[in-house]
């Protein structure tokens, strides 16, 4: 489906997924790998701070793939988020 979005809406997207090779199969183009099937973007084991933490990590890994031009599939999984405005966490 994000493959589709992209052409048919001509707007980058990005697919977050736990199962990265499955990404790849169906040609999803920027693809951010997650934490675990049942908790893609989660992990209930940690304490409130630290998985907001993880989740953001997440997010900004996602906004590094949607402004970043690809031309072939591309796994972002560390990528650099320091070009990211920094903001307090609560």
Same mark, same amino acid.
């Given at each position: &489906?994000?493959?589709?979005?992209? =052409?048919? &809406?001509?707007?980058?997207?990005?697919? &977050?997924?736990?199962?990265?090779?499955?990404?790849?199969?169906?040609?999803? %183009?920027?693809?951010?790998?997650?934490? #675990?099937?049942?908790?893609?973007?989660? %992990?209930? #084991?940690?304490?409130? =701070?630290?998985?907001? #933490?993880? =989740?953001?990590?997440?997010v900004?890994?996602?906004?590094?793939?949607?402004?970043?031009?690809?031309?072939?599939?591309?796994?972002?999984? %560390?990528?650099?988020?320091?070009?990211?405005?920094?903001?307090? &966490? #609560?």
């Amino acid at each position: &489906m994000v493959k589709e979005i992209e =052409r048919v &809406m001509e707007v980058p997207v990005v697919h &977050m997924c736990t199962v990265v090779p499955i990404s790849l199969t169906v040609g999803a %183009n920027r693809i951010v790998p997650t934490i #675990a099937i049942p908790h893609p973007l989660g %992990n209930p #084991a940690l304490d409130e =701070r630290e998985e907001k #933490a993880l =989740r953001r990590g997440l997010v900004e890994k996602a906004l590094v793939a949607l402004t970043t031009e690809v031309d072939d599939q591309t796994v972002f999984e %560390n990528p650099d988020t320091s070009s990211l405005k920094p903001r307090a &966490m #609560a």
